[in-house]
């Protein structure tokens, strides 16, 4: 598959214990190939702290989770084309590509 963002695995490392002397952790999700910093989790609002992590994991999985999505778009269209869940998935798929959705 062919993508414009940066091609996964990604992973997850905490970047700080303690934000600007607040008492929040913040983590990174990195490219584990070249080891870029693709984003910041929690480095603004106290408001998200206890979620922070899983927040993380959720945005290093996306590379996979597009990956498994359309993969599994074939069976979903062949089976239940106009379903919910087809729809469901086309809008997840083009979001995640930058495309308009239906």
């Known amino acids: 598959m062919r ?20 008492d929040w952790p913040t983590y990174t999700v990195r490219s584990c190939k070249e080891n870029y910093c693709l984003a910041v989790v929690g480095g ?11 927040t993380a994991r959720l945005i290093a999985a996306a590379p996979e989770l597009l990956t498994a999505l359309i993969a599994c778009q074939t069976i979903i269209n062949r089976e239940v084309p106009d379903g919910h869940i087809a729809h469901s998935m086309r809008a997840a798929i ?3 590509k930058g495309e308009p959705t239906q």
């Not at 414009?4 to 002397?21: A, D, I, R, S, Y």
């Not at 603004?44 to 899983?54: I, W």
Request: aromatic share 6%; proline share 6%; hydrophobic share 25%.
């Open 3 to 22: 993508t414009q963002h940066t091609p996964g695995p990604w992973k997850v490392e905490q970047l700080e214990t303690n934000h600007n002397g607040y």
């Open 94 to 96: 083009a979001a995640a």
């Open 44 to 54: 603004v609002d106290r408001a998200t702290s206890q979620s922070n992590k899983a």
